[in-house]
T-cell receptor
Framework: GENVEQHPSTLSVQEGDSAVIKCTYS??????FPWYKQELGKGPQLIID?????GEKKDQRIAVTLNKTAKHFSLHITETQPEDSAVYFC????????????FGRGTSLIVHP | NAGVTQTPKFRILKIGQSMTLQCTQD?????MYWYRQDPGMGLKLIYY???????DKGEVPNGYNVSRSTTEDFPLRLELAAPSQTSVYFC??????????FGSGTRLTVV
C-alpha cells in the first residue's frame, strides 16, 4: 500500500519567515495530493491540493509543488503570520476506488510574533 | 450549509459502556469516513462508506461498528469501551472531488 512520510514533525519560525513542509510517497499511482491545516481543537481543513498533472499551484501565501519523478511534494508558506500556527497534514490518494487518502503524521508549525 | 456535524463534542465513558458517535452531512456526499486521531500519530481510518447501505473496514476497525442507512448519516458505535479507545474521533465526507470535509471532532475518554 501507499506510505507517506512527512518532515519535519515540528517547525518553529519567526513571523514573516517562510516555512516549508515536505512529504514523500511510495506509490507512483497516487495522483492527488491535498494539504490540511488543523487548528487546536478543530477538525482538519483542506487548504490547498495538487493533482499529478500539475507541478505547482499557488493560493496567495501558500503554494504546493510536486515532483512526480522523485515522488515528493512540498507545502510552502511565505510571510508567515501567528495565525498560521497549526498542525499541517499532507496526504496522497491513489486513483480510482474509494478516495481514501494516506496521511502523513503531521507537522506542528509554530510562528513566533 | 452546516457541512459535517458531529455529536457529542466531548464524552467520558466507563470501561465496558457503549455509545454512538453521531455524524451527519448536508452536502449530499456519497463517501463518508471515520478516523481516530491519537497524539503524534496522525489520522487512522476506522471505517468508511461509499454510499447508503455500503460500509467497509479501514485500518483500525476492531471494537467499532458502523451503519449507513441514509446518505446523510454515518454513526459510529463503540461496544464495550476500553481505555485504548480514548482518542479524538473525526468524521469526514467527500463527493468524487477527492477533498475531504471534516467535522469538528468528538473527544472521548474511557476511564
Amino acid at each position: 500500500g501507499e506510505n507517506v512520510e512527512q518532515h519535519p514533525s515540528t517547525l518553529s519560525v519567526q513571523e514573516g519567515d517562510s516555512a516549508v513542509i515536505k512529504c514523500t510517497y511510495s506509490d507512483s499511482a497516487s495522483n492527488y495530493f491535498p494539504w490540511y491545516k488543523q487548528e487546536l481543537g478543530k477538525g482538519p481543513q483542506l487548504i490547498i491540493d495538487i493533482r499529478s498533472n500539475v507541478g505547482e499551484k499557488k493560493d496567495q501565501r501558500i503554494a504546493v509543488t510536486l515532483n512526480k519523478t522523485a515522488k515528493h511534494f512540498s507545502l510552502h508558506i511565505t510571510e508567515t503570520q501567528p495565525e498560521d500556527s497549526a498542525v499541517y497534514f499532507c496526504a496522497a490518494i491513489l486513483s480510482g476506488g474509494s478516495y481514501i487518502p494516506t496521511f502523513g503524521r503531521g507537522t506542528s508549525l509554530i510562528v513566533h510574533p | 450549509n452546516a457541512g459535517v456535524t458531529q455529536t457529542p463534542k466531548f464524552r467520558i465513558l466507563k470501561i465496558g459502556q457503549s455509545m454512538t458517535l453521531q455524524c451527519t452531512q448536508d452536502m449530499n456526499h456519497n463517501y463518508m469516513y471515520w478516523y481516530r486521531q491519537d497524539p503524534g500519530m496522525g489520522l487512522k481510518l476506522i471505517y468508511y462508506s461509499v454510499g447508503a447501505g455500503i460500509t467497509d473496514k479501514g485500518e483500525v476497525p476492531n471494537g467499532y461498528n458502523v451503519s449507513r442507512s441514509t446518505t446523510e448519516d454515518f454513526p459510529l458505535r463503540l461496544e464495550l469501551a476500553a481505555p485504548s479507545q480514548t482518542s479524538v474521533y473525526f468524521c469526514a465526507s467527500t463527493s468524487d472531488s477527492y477533498g475531504y470535509t471534516f467535522g469538528s471532532g468528538t473527544r472521548l475518554t474511557v476511564v
